[in-house]
C-alpha cells in the first residue's frame, strides 16, 4: 500500500490515541493518588457511552443536544465516580491493596448487569456529531472531522490536567496525598475529600473518552473490560502516575495498532503473515517489551512504597491441633462424599471442579502471599499445563498419566521463562507484565489454529478408561490436589519458602545476608507455575476440552478472587476462596439472569466484612494474639 | 598501611550536581571502631553506602583486606566478610526472632534452596548462641515484630554477625534508642570486637556514644573529610567543633539553661 | 491565662487489642514548653498520635482551647491550631522542599505572627540551598528539619514535637533549639517528646515522665534533673 495510506493510518492512530489516554488519565490519576488499581474504570467508560447515547437521543439532534448530552454525561460519570469513592472505597483504603482491587472488580460485575438491565443486551450506535459529520480531504483520502476533533481532545486534556496536578495548590496536596494520606490530614488538609475529588475527576475523564466514542463505537457490554485492559497496559506503559506518559503510551500503542492493520499482510522468507491479526496482542507485546528495558514504564520513576499499614503476618507455625483435626476431618470428608454423592452426579462434577480450583489457587497463593508477586496472569500456567496436556493426548496420543506429567513440565518452562522478566519487577508492573504474558499465552492459543484449535479450542480429551467415572476421576484429582497442596505447603516450611518470605518481609535485609532475592523468587514462580500447570491438566481431562477461554483475563482473576476471598495471609485461605467462590459461582449462576450483579455483591460484602479474608478472620477470632 | 582491614582511597561521588562525596580517604585497621561523624548532608550515608555497595563512587576505590570492593554487589561484598545493620532496623517481620538468625545462617551455608527439611530445625544451636551474645534468647520464639526497637537492634546485630564477619558497617546504630540502651549496646559491639576481632566503621550523631566507644573518628562536612584522630584530638579541633559540635550543651552536661534561653530569644 | 491551652484527661489508647495508655493526663498552658519523657515504647509518640486523632483506637478527653477535639478527624485538629511533627520524617519525598512547605500551610492565626516561606528558610539555612529539590534526595537531618518547617507552615498555636533531636548533628540539635525558644518567644507553645535530657532541660519549662503507657512524675524541669530516683527508674539516664 501507499504512503499516502500509511499517513492517514498514522491519523486514525492519533485519534485513537486521544480516546485510549482519556481512559488511561483518569486510571492513572486515581492510581496516583489512592493507590486503588480500580477495575471499573473501564466500566466507567462504559457508562459514559451508554448515558450520552440515552441523553443524545433524548435531546435530538441539535448542536447543543449533542454537545450537551456528552458533558452530561461526563459529569454524570464523574458524580458517581464519587459515589463509588464515599460508598464503597472509604471503608477499604486501609484494607490491603488487593482488597480494594477485589472490590472494584465487584463494581465492575455490578456495573456490568446494571447495564444490561437498563440498555439491554444489543449494541446501540449513536448518532454523528452535529457540525463534525462529515470528512474533509487529507492526502487524497477523506478523513472524517470528527476524528480530527478527538486528535485535538488529547492534547488539551493532557494540558489541563498537568497544568492541574503541576501549577495549583489542589495539584500538589494531590500529589502530596499520593505519598502519604496520612500525614496530609495531619497538616490540616480534608484528606478524605482530597480523594473523593481525584476520584470524581478521574471517573469524569473516563466518562467523557466513553461519550466522545458515542458517535465512533456502537456501546456495548464488552466495552468495560476491553477498555480496562487497553487503560492498564496503557498507564503501564507510560509509568504509573504519569499522565503525560499515559500520553505517550497511548500514542504508541494506537500508531503500531494502526499501522498493522494499515500494513496488513507482509511476506517474510517466504511465508506470508498478517500483521492485522496481531493487533490483539500488539499492546502486550509492546508493553512487555517496554517493561523489560524501564521497569517503570516510559516516564515513570521507581515508587516509593506507598506508607500503607500493611498487616504485619505471624510467623509460620506448624498447624495448631485444631486444624489438623480440622484438616483430617476434611479429607475424611472428601474421602467418604462420593458414597453420598452418588445420587447427585452433579455434586462430584463441582466437586472436581472445586478441587481443580483449590489447587489453581493455592499454587497461585505461592507466589502472592509468602511471595508477594501479585501475579494477574497466573492463567497462562494453567492453560500452558492444560493445553500440553491435551496435545499429548491428541498430537503424541500419549496415555493420560504421561500427558498429566507434560502439564508441569511446560507449565513449567513457560513461568522460567516469563519469570526471569516478571522478578525483575515489582508491584503493580509486577503484576502488569504477568498479564502481558498471560495475554500472549491467550493470543497464541487463540490464533494458532493448526495446533490449539483456535477459538474451539481442543476437544475430547477424556481421561484413560481407568479413570473415565466420575467418581474415579474424582478420586484422581482428590489425590493430586491433596498432594500437591501438601507439598507446596511444605516448601513454605522449607528454607526455601524461609528465603522467599524474607526476600518479601525486608528486601533490604535479605540482600544485606547474601539472599538473592530476584533468585528466589524466579524459583518460586516457577514452582507455583508448574503447580498451576497440574491444575490445568486436572481441568482438561475433567471437562474434555479446553478452549483459549479457559486461559482468559477470566481465569486469573478468579484465580486472584480466591485467594484474597480465603485471605492471603493463612495458608488455608486460598482453600477456603476457591471453594466459596466456586460454589457460589455455581449456585448463583443457576439461579439468577444477573448473576454478576448478584456475585459482585457478595463480593463487595465479604470485602466490608471480612477484610482479612475469610481463613484470616476465623483465625483471628481462634488464635490468640500475641500481645506486647 | 600495611595493618588496614578497609582501605578507602580517593572516593568521589555526586547526585546531579550535588557532590556528596568528594575524594574522601581513610583506612580501618583490624580491630579498630571508627566512627564517622560529620553534619547532616556530609555524606556520611553516602560513604557507607558505597562501602556495602548500595551505590558505585563515581571515582576512587574501596579495598577489603586487599581485594577491590568497589563494582561489586552487596551480596558479594557479604560473601567476601562484612556484616551490617540499618538506621531503621530491617529484620523479618513475619518470622520469630530466632528464625531471623537461622536465615542468616541458612544462607551462609549456603542453604536456600534446600525445599524438603524444615527450616525451623535447621542451626537453631548455633543461633541460639548468637542470641546469647547480644542477650535476647530470652524473647527466641517471639515474632520479631512485637519487641522493642532496642531488642529489634539486637537481633539485627545477630543476623549481622551470623557469618563471621571480619568487618561491621553500622548506620547510626544507636538511633531511636534511650541513653542507657545506646550504651549497652555499643559496649555489647565492643565486646564482641574484642571476642572476635571484628573491626567496626559506624556512623552516628550521639556524642556521648562516639566519644566513650571510637578509637578513632573520622569527620566529613559537605562531602570532605576535614579532620581525623582520636577522640581528644577530634574533641579540641576547632573545625569540628564549628561546623559539627557547636557549643557542645546538647550533649554534655548543661551550664544553666537561662544562658541558652537568652541567647535563643536574642 | 488559667485554661490550659491543651488539657488531656484519662487518655486511654490501643494499637489493635494492645492497650498502650493508660489514664494519661496532662496539661499544657499557653506559651510553655512542657517534654514528654520516657524510654523508648513508653508511649510518647502514642501519646501525641492521640492527641492528633490519629490512631482509632483512643478514649478520654482532649480539649483545646476549652473545645472539645477528641472526636475530630485529624485535619481538623490540625486546623484548630495544632501542628504535630512526626517522629520518622514522612516527608513527601516526590514534592521539591517547596512544594512540602506548600502542603503544610494554613492561613494565619488571629494573635500570631504568619510564618512564610523565606522565614522559615532563614530558620533552617540548609534547606535554602535545597529548595527546589525533591526531598526525597536530602540527608537524613535536612529531612528533620524540613518537616518541622512544613508543620509551622499551619501557624500552629501548639506544636506537637515527636524527638525533634533525634538523627540531627549536635550544631543542629542547637539550631532546634534556638527554634524551640524562638517559638516560644512568638507565643506558641510545644509539647515536645524528648529522651536526651540534655535537650529538654535546654528548652523546656516543664516535664511529664512515661512509663509502659503510665505517667510517673510531673514537675518542673530542675526537679526532674535534681531527682536521681525517677531518672533512674523511668528514663535510664
Ligand atoms: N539520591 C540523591 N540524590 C541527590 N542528592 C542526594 C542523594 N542522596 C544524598 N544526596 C545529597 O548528598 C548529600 C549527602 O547526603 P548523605 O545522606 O550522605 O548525608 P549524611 O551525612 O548521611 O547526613 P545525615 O546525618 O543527615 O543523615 C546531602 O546534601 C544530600 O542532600
Ligand atoms: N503500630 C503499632 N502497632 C502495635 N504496637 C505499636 C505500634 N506502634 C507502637 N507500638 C507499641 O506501643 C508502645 C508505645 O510506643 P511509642 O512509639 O508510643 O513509644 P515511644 O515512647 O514514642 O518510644 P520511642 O522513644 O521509641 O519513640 C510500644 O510498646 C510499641 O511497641
Ligand atoms: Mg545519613
Ligand atoms: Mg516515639
Known amino acids: 500500500m501507499g504512503l499516502q495510506s500509511v499517513l492517514v493510518q498514522l491519523l486514525n492512530g492519533l485519534a485513537g490515541a486521544s480516546t485510549l489516554f482519556l481512559v488511561a488519565a483518569g486510571l492513572s490519576l486515581i492510581f496516583g493518588v489512592t493507590r486503588i488499581v480500580n477495575f471499573a474504570h473501564g466500566s466507567l467508560y462504559m457508562l459514559g457511552i451508554y448515558l450520552s447515547y440515552s441523553l443524545v437521543s433524548r435531546w435530538g439532534g441539535s448542536a447543543a443536544g449533542f454537545w450537551g448530552g456528552i458533558t452530561l454525561a461526563a459529569l454524570a460519570v464523574g458524580l458517581l465516580g464519587a459515589a463509588i469513592e464515599l460508598v464503597v472505597l472509604q471503608r477499604i483504603y486501609h484494607a490491603p491493596v488487593l482488597f480494594q482491587l477485589l472490590a472494584t472488580f465487584a463494581l465492575v460485575l455490578i456495573f456490568k448487569d446494571a447495564a444490561l438491565y437498563v440498555w439491554g443486551p444489543e449494541d446501540l450506535l449513536g448518532p454523528r456529531a452535529p457540525g463534525l459529520g462529515g470528512s474533509v480531504g487529507l492526502l487524497g483520502h477523506r478523513f472524517p472531522s470528527y476524528s480530527l476533533f478527538l486528535i485535538a481532545v488529547g492534547p488539551a486534556v493532557l494540558g489541563l490536567l498537568w497544568l492541574l496536578l503541576k501549577r495549583s495548590r489542589f495539584g500538589t496536596l494531590v500529589r502530596a496525598a499520593t505519598e502519604d494520606r496520612e500525614m496530609v490530614g495531619a497538616l490540616g488538609v480534608n484528606e478524605a475529600w482530597l480523594f473523593t475529588a481525584v476520584f470524581a475527576l478521574g471517573a469524569s475523564i473516563a466518562g467523557l473518552g466513553g461519550a466522545l466514542q458515542l458517535p465512533v463505537e456502537p456501546a456495548n457490554l464488552g466495552l468495560d473490560f476491553s477498555a480496562i485492559g487497553d487503560a492498564f497496559v496503557v498507564v503501564v506503559v507510560g509509568g504509573l502516575g504519569s499522565i503525560p506518559g499515559a500520553y505517550l503510551a497511548a500514542l504508541l500503542i494506537s500508531e503500531i495498532k494502526a499501522l498493522c492493520i494499515g500494513i496488513g499482510d507482509v511476506t517474510l522468507l517466504g511465508t506470508t503473515f498478517s500483521l492485522s491479526r496481531l493487533t490483539l496482542v500488539v499492546e502486550f507485546l509492546v508493553m512487555a517489551a517496554v517493561l523489560v528495558a524501564r521497569p517503570w514504564g516510559l516516564l515513570g520513576r521507581a515508587q516509593a512504597p506507598a506508607r500503607n499499614a500493611a498487616e504485619i503476618e505471624p510467623p509460620l507455625r506448624p498447624a495448631d491441633p485444631w486444624l489438623k483435626r480440622l484438616g483430617w476431618s476434611a479429607l475424611l470428608v472428601l474421602l467418604i462424599f462420593p458414597i453420598l454423592g452418588r445420587e447427585y452426579p452433579y455434586v462430584q462434577v463441582l466437586a472436581v471442579d472445586m478441587l481443580v480450583a483449590a489447587l489453581f489457587a493455592v499454587s497461585l497463593h505461592f507466589v502472592m502471599g509468602p511471595g508477594a508477586m501479585h501475579s494477574f496472569g497466573h492463567a497462562a500456567y494453567f492453560g500452558l499445563g492444560a493445553y500440553c496436556a491435551a496435545l499429548g493426548v491428541k498430537l503424541l496420543a500419549l496415555p493420560m498419566g504421561a500427558a498429566m506429567l507434560l502439564a508441569p513440565v511446560a507449565a513449567g518452562l513457560g513461568a522460567l521463562v516469563f519469570g526471569w522478566f516478571c522478578v525483575r519487577l515489582s508491584g503493580v508492573y509486577l503484576a502488569m507484565l504477568t498479564l502481558a504474558f498471560a495475554q500472549i499465552v491467550w493470543a497464541l492459543a487463540y490464533q494458532w489454529d493448526g495446533l490449539t484449535g483456535g477459538s474451539n479450542g481442543l476437544v475430547g480429551v477424556w481421561p484413560s478408561p481407568f479413570f473415565a467415572s466420575k467418581t474415579a476421576y474424582y478420586y484422581l484429582a482428590l489425590v493430586v490436589c491433596v498432594v500437591g497442596v501438601l507439598l507446596l505447603r511444605r516448601l513454605l516450611f522449607s528454607p526455601f519458602g524461609y528465603a522467599l518470605r524474607a526476600g518479601r518481609d525486608s528486601p533490604l535485609r535479605a540482600d544485606a545476608i547474601g539472599i538473592d532475592v530476584k533468585r528466589v523468587q524466579w524459583a518460586a514462580f516457577v514452582v507455583a507455575g508448574m503447580m498451576g500447570g497440574v491444575a490445568g491438566a486436572l481441568y482438561v481431562f475433567s471437562k474434555g476440552s479446553i478452549s483459549p477461554e479457559g486461559l482468559g483475563v477470566g481465569r486469573s482473576i478468579d484465580g486472584l478472587v480466591m485467594v484474597l476471598l480465603g485471605g492471603i495471609q493463612t495458608l488455608s485461605g486460598p482453600l477456603v476462596g476457591s471453594v466459596v467462590y466456586t460454589w457460589l459461582q455455581d449456585t448463583i449462576a443457576r439461579n439468577t439472569e444477573y448473576w454478576r450483579a448478584m456475585l459482585g455483591l457478595i463480593i463487595l460484602a465479604l470485602v466490608v466484612l471480612f477484610p482479612q479474608g475469610i481463613a484470616g478472620w476465623v483465625r483471628q477470632r481462634i488464635v490468640p494474639e500475641e500481645g506486647t | 598501611m600495611a595493618g588496614a582491614l578497609l582501605e578507602v582511597d580517593r572516593v568521589s561521588r555526586s547526585f546531579g550536581g550535588v557532590r556528596a562525596v568528594r575524594d574522601v580517604s581513610f583506612t580501618l585497621g583490624a580491630g579498630e571502631l571508627l566512627a564517622l561523624i560529620g553534619p547532616n548532608g556530609a555524606g556520611k550515608s553516602t560513604l557507607f553506602n558505597m562501602v556495602n555497595g548500595q551505590l558505585r563512587p563515581d571515582a576512587g576505590s574501596i579495598r577489603l583486606a586487599g581485594s577491590e570492593l568497589v563494582g561489586r554487589k552487596p551480596r558479594e561484598i557479604w560473601r567476601l566478610g562484612v556484616g551490617r545493620t540499618f538506621q531503621i532496623a530491617a529484620t523479618f517481620s513475619s518470622m520469630t526472632v530466632i528464625e531471623n538468625v537461622q536465615m542468616a545462617l541458612l544462607s551462609r551455608a549456603p542453604r536456600l534452596y534446600h525445599l524438603w527439611r524444615a527450616a525451623a530445625r535447621l542451626h537453631r544451636e548455633e543461633a541460639w548462641a548468637l542470641l546469647e551474645d547480644v542477650g535476647v534468647q530470652g524473647q527466641a520464639d517471639r515474632p520479631c515484630s512485637v519487641l522493642a526497637y532496642g531488642d529489634v537492634k539486637r537481633v539485627e546485630l545477630a543476623m549481622a554477625l551470623a557469618h563471621g564477619p571480619r568487618l561491621l558497617l553500622m548506620d547510626e546504630p544507636t538511633a531511636g534508642m534511650a541513653p542507657n540502651e545506646r550504651r549497652e549496646l555499643m559496649a555489647l559491639t565492643r565486646r564482641l570486637v574484642g571476642e572476635r576481632g571484628l573491626s567496626v566503621l559506624f556512623t552516628e550523631h550521639s556524642m556521648d556514644v562516639v566519644f566513650a566507644y571510637a578509637d578513632r573518628l573520622v569527620v566529613l562536612a559537605r562531602g570532605e573529610l576535614i579532620a581525623q584522630g582520636d577522640p581528644q584530638a577530634i574533641r579540641r579541633d576547632a573545625r569540628v567543633q564549628e561546623v559539627y559540635f557547636g557549643s557542645g550543651k546538647t550533649f554534655e552536661r548543661a551550664r544553666p539553661a537561662a544562658a541558652v534561653g537568652q541567647e535563643g530569644a536574642r | 491565662m488559667s485554661e490550659p491551652l491543651l488539657q488531656v484527661d484519662g487518655l486511654d489508647a490501643f494499637y489493635g487489642r494492645a492497650h498502650i495508655l493508660f489514664d494519661v493526663s496532662l496539661e499544657v498552658r499557653r506559651g510553655e514548653v512542657v517534654a514528654l519523657m520516657g524510654r523508648n515504647g513508653a508511649g510518647k509518640s502514642t501519646t501525641l498520635k492521640a492527641i492528633m486523632g ?181 528514663l535510664s539516664v
Open chain 3, 54 to 234: 490519629l490512631l482509632p483506637g483512643r478514649s478520654g478527653r482532649v480539649a483545646f482551647r476549652g473545645r472539645d477535639v477528641s472526636r475530630l478527624e485529624p485535619y481538623q485538629v490540625s486546623r484548630a491550631g495544632l501542628g504535630y511533627v512526626p517522629e520518622d520524617r514522612r516527608i513527601f519525598t516526590d514534592l521539591t522542599v517547596e512544594e512540602n512547605l506548600e502542603v503544610g500551610r494554613q492561613p494565619p492565626r488571629s494573635g500570631l505572627a504568619a510564618w512564610t516561606v523565606e522565614k522559615l528558610l532563614d530558620l533552617f539555612p540548609n534547606l535554602r540551598e535545597a529548595r527546589a529539590r525533591s526531598a526525597g534526595r536530602m540527608s537524613g537531618g535536612e529531612q528533620q528539619m524540613l518537616t518541622v518547617a512544613r508543620t509551622l507552615m499551619g501557624n500552629p498555636r501548639l506544636v506537637l514535637l515527636d524527638e525533634p533531636s533525634e538523627g540531627v548533628a549536635p550544631v543542629v540539635v542547637e539550631q532546634m533549639a534556638r527554634m524551640i525558644q524562638e517559638l516560644k518567644g512568638q507565643g506558641v507553645s510545644i509539647l515536645l517528646s524528648e529522651q536526651n535530657l540534655h535537650f529538654a532541660e535546654l528548652v523546656s519549662d516543664r516535664a511529664y515522665v512515661l512509663e509502659k503507657g503510665h505517667i510517673r512524675y510531673s514537675g518542673t524541669l530542675e526537679d526532674l534533673v535534681a531527682d536521681e530516683e525517677v531518672r533512674r527508674s523511668y
